[in-house]
């Protein structure tokens, strides 16, 4: 299980490879996401450093995603 000390990725590069829309999805991460979008869009991105920046600016344990 990843701890996050493994994360080393500051958050302003985190964000910095998203799309303006991906970037609002991940900032507005305050409870339920819910992401429509078709393939190739980039959901698992979103996603996933959604969950990064949980971890690195919100404090959230890494263990509550797995």
Do not use: C
């Amino acid at each position: 299980m990843p701890t996050s000390t493994t994360l080393s990725m500051n958050v302003p590069n985190l964000l910095a490879d998203l799309n303006p829309v991906q970037h609002e999805s991940v900032k507005a991460a305050d409870g339920l996401t819910l992401i429509l979008a078709g393939a190739g869009s980039g959901k698992t991105k979103a996603l996933t450093h959604e969950a990064a920046y949980l971890v690195k600016e919100k404090g959230a344990q890494p263990r509550i995603f797995w």
